[in-house]
């Protein structure tokens, strides 16, 4: 029969042998010895988008789906446009159709179902386009849930998929509050904008960036405080989307809206 | 045609890329999941907690819940769009996914099924293997039969006294910490929804213990449905026989009153759950309504707007109350009980599709909407897994189990 200061004493024991072990283990995590003396990385890649510059023209669009091979015809998209239109009696209207991979060339708006909305320009308080790619958050929720770990986010921020492991079960699909990712109608694989990482990482820039004729978009290095991208976030006004959800994002917009979903 | 297209018509403002990705087999998922957990947790009721009056549903209820466990993952993998693929859960596991933790938590589940229907069985699998080594001339048959039990017996022979004591301790133990198990099983499955914060009607920290009532709900339920079907089978037998080989079966009379008597006592334990499982689901409900955050606006107009049929009709009414009426009532008989568990099992099945396709009724712009035409009838292999015809397959596939390891496992003898 053990006694009660012997069962006590060992249960000290034995919670101290496990812990001390443990303890150790967290002291020499390799990465926090990295990150002591170095910062990983010299770069963090953002976006900066002036919603005052863009016309709707839907470049960027096309040269996305071009350069990264999403089919033309496809009813997905990397990059797309919104056009938000507000009329004088409170309503909001928006729509993007096909992404605006051909511009918004029709003055209806795309209601959904093959309906449209005919609002005449005296109705119009006011409009504009926002355009809209991966948010390439700080904390990813796509990555946190995805169960094989086939997409992760590289030291410079960017999160990408690795097409050869994705199981292809949609969760990370779900968890994007932002409605970025799809699956590829040719890979079936998770798809999603990677700030163009092929062209980045060789000191271009992206294929929407190159595209825009009004320089609505454009790539900067938040660590470099030289940068004009960081420039004008770091002194100016700027907003992002769905702050609510935690989620870090790195996309920083000039000029947005309450109304901008 | 991109992936989620054929089934999904959006309405106003929806982001270009946003499809009703999860369908109907992510229905079938927690569904058929919940069922393993109901089964078994209900078979423990009587090892663990020994309530005498569902020996005969016990054991029923365990094989049942083993001939669905091999059911449960199959609608994940025909959700999947690269199926070959899904061994990589198992061999990656990236622990901050909730879907990662299914290995382990399913096969850990798993074996404690196994182990505690090896156990129930062994005295069985050694009487028989003991009875063909002894017998002459065995045929092919016989032989293959008697290789089968001489696997199972897993070499263990020892049919004394206390063998058989230590036995049904392990039962017992198996018993009892497979209900946390099943129950994390299910659980976590109601993590998978309820953790998904971008996602305004899935994220609620309630998802979890939703999720484990209606599972036990739906798994008793689908036992007593399945135990009084084969019930009702046997006294057709017995009324057919009993003129010629009375002594050998059990009479109709005899079944008919074991059977209203397993039938009173398992239904006023669904009865509890169902209660549990209802309260719960309406605190949900009023305190989204209470609070109403940003996303209440769309999500009122689909809970009490476009999906109020499949909510209000479908769901809590016919699928909640009139059973929980016809449950309450006295002198319960097996006619009512039939009906009941048949109509929890439809709401349970709505409740699943509620969630899963309700949650993607609306767009993350929360200005759109999203309806759900499900595929009838199948013209290709994706309309078939996520249609119609996928959902009855997964659905049905427990039955044909179940039937070949009740040849193995007699639950009735």
């Not at chain 1, 009813?75 to 009696?89: A, F, G, I």
């Not at chain 2, 065995?138 to 039990?149: A, D, G, K, M, N």
């Not at chain 2, 230590?166 to 129950?183: E, F, N, R, T, Y």
């Not at chain 2, 899935?202 to 739906?218: C, K």
Request: hydrophobic share 45%; with cysteine; proline share 5%.
């Amino acid at each position: 029969m053990i006694s009660r200061r012997n069962l006590l004493k060992n249960t000290v024991r034995i919670i101290g042998g496990i812990a001390l072990p443990l303890s150790a283990f967290r002291i020499i995590d390799p990465k926090e010895i990295f990150a002591a003396y170095n910062d990983g990385t010299k770069v963090r890649w953002v976006f900066l988008v002036d919603t005052y510059k863009c016309v709707g023209c839907g470049m960027c669009v096309k040269a996305c789906k071009l350069e990264n091979e999403i089919p033309y015809d496809a009813n997905v998209t990397r990059t797309w446009v919104e056009r938000y239109v507000l009329t004088k009696d409170g309503n909001v209207l928006a729509d993007s159709p096909k992404g605006a991979r051909d511009g918004f060339t029709n003055p209806r708006i795309d209601l959904g179902l093959g309906q449209y909305a005919d609002i005449k320009p005296a109705e119009i308080d006011k409009a504009f386009f926002v355009p809209k790619l991966c948010n390439q958050c700080d904390k990813p929720p796509c990555v946190q849930v995805c169960p094989v770990g086939a997409t992760y986010q590289v030291p410079e921020g960017v999160v990408l998929v690795d097409r050869t492991w994705c199981i292809g079960c949609g969760y990370c699909i779900m968890a994007c509050p932002y409605g970025v990712r799809f699956f590829h109608p040719k890979y079936h694989t998770a798809e999603k904008c990677t700030y163009c990482y092929h062209r980045i990482t060789k000191g271009m820039t992206t294929a929407c960036v190159a595209a825009c004729p009004f320089g609505a978009r454009r790539i900067g290095n938040i660590k470099d405080p030289n940068d004009p991208v960081t420039k004008i976030i770091m002194t100016e006004r700027v907003g992002i989307l769905k702050e609510e959800y935690g989620t870090k994002p790195q996309n920083y917009y000039i000029g947005l809206s309450k109304e901008v979903k | 045609m991109v992936h989620g297209e054929l089934w999904t018509a959006k309405e106003l403002f929806v982001y270009p890329n946003e499809y009703i990705y999860w369908s109907i087999q992510i229905v079938m998922y927690p569904f058929m999941t919940g069922l393993v957990a109901g089964a078994f947790v209900l078979s423990s009721l009587y090892h663990v907690f020994g309530i005498k009056q569902l020996k005969e549903m016990a054991r029923f209820a365990l094989v049942f819940s083993f001939a669905l466990l091999f059911i449960a993952p199959m609608p994940l993998l025909f959700h999947l769009l690269q199926p070959f693929r899904g061994i990589n859960v198992f061999m990656t596991p990236h622990f901050t996914s909730a879907i990662a933790a299914f290995g382990i938590v399913f096969s850990a589940y798993g074996a404690i099924v196994a182990s505690e229907l090896w156990f129930v069985y062994r005295k069985r699998f050694v009487d028989i293997a003991l009875a063909l080594r002894n017998k002459q001339d065995r045929s092919l048959w016989e032989s293959i039969q008697y290789l089968v039990y001489c696997t199972l017996t897993l070499g263990s022979y020892d049919v004394s006294e206390e063998a058989l004591d230590k036995d049904h301790k392990a039962i017992k133990i198996l018993a009892a910490i497979g209900i946390p198990v099943a129950c994390f099983l299910h659980g976590y499955a109601g993590f998978i929804f309820g953790s998904v914060k971008a996602n305004a009607l899935w994220m609620t920290p309630l998802m979890p213990v939703i999720f484990i009532m209606s599972a036990i709900v739906s798994g008793i339920a689908l036992c007593m449905l399945t135990y009084i079907l084969i019930m009702e089978i046997k006294k057709l037998l017995a009324s057919r026989k009993s003129l010629s080989r009375s002594s050998l079966y059990q009479s109709k009379e005899e079944i008919k009153g074991v059977e209203i008597n397993v039938v009173r006592m398992t239904a006023r334990y669904l009865l509890f759950f169902l209660v549990f499982a209802i309260s719960l689901e309406l605190l949900d409900l009023v305190f989204r309504g209470y609070t109403a955050v940003k996303s209440w606006d769309v999500l009122r107009s689909v809970i009490y707007g476009r999906d109020f049929t499949d909510i209000f009709i479908l769901q809590y009414g016919i699928g909640n109350l009139i059973p929980l009426i016809l449950l309450l009532l006295p002198r319960i008989t097996i006619k009512r009980a039939l009906l009941s568990v048949s109509l929890i099992l439809f709401g349970v099945f709505m409740m699943r599709y509620n969630v899963v396709i309700g949650g993607q009724a609306f767009s993350l712009t929360f200005a759109g909407y999203m309806h759900y035409h499900m595929p009838i009838v199948p013209y290709n292999w994706e309309t078939f897994k996520e249609g119609l015809a996928g959902a009855l397959f997964v659905g049905l596939m427990p039955f044909p189990l179940f039937w070949f390891f009740n040849k193995l496992f007699p639950v009735f003898d």
